[in-house]
Nanobody, 123 residues
Framework: QVQLVESGGGLVQAGGSLRLSCAAS????????LGWFRQSPGKEREFVAR????????YYKDSVKGRFTISRDNAKNTVYLQMSSLKPEDTAVYYC????????????????WGQGTQVTVSS
């Protein structure tokens, strides 16, 4: 099984920065990649970013390119999402999940999900 725990969410002003962490654990298998999704009330869960554990290959949602950076610390089994130049539209619950198959931006290919961490950006 895989367990994922997000942390680092909070309230920030527009233009501010925040770093989210996702600590992964599990012994049944090692997923090749981990990604971040977010969901606002009344909206579908949307892809934000993804990174592979071995090579550090990244993908980003177009609207966060240049503002968000996904990274990983393999020794700590932790993936980070550094968010800068935050905008009110970034407000959402952010989830991390392990990617095991399919397209990087398709939630159907992510098997296990964390509990989520709230990010609120005020204008």
């Amino acid at each position: 099984q895989v367990q994922l725990v997000e942390s680092g969410g909070g309230l920030v002003q527009a233009g501010g920065s925040l770093r989210l962490s996702c600590a992964a654990s599990g012994r049944t298998f090692s997923p090749p990649a981990l990604g971040w999704f977010r969901q606002s009330p009344g909206k579908e869960r949307e892809f934000v970013a993804r990174i592979t554990w071995s090579s550090g290959i990244t993908y980003y949602k177009d609207s966060v390119k240049g503002r968000f950076t996904i990274s990983r610390d393999n020794a700590k089994n932790t993936v980070y999402l550094q968010m800068s130049s935050l905008k009110p539209e970034d407000t959402a619950v952010y989830y991390c999940a392990d990617h095991y198959s399919g397209a990087y931006d398709d939630s159907a290919g992510y098997r296990y999900w964390g509990q989520g961490t709230q990010v609120t950006v005020s204008s």
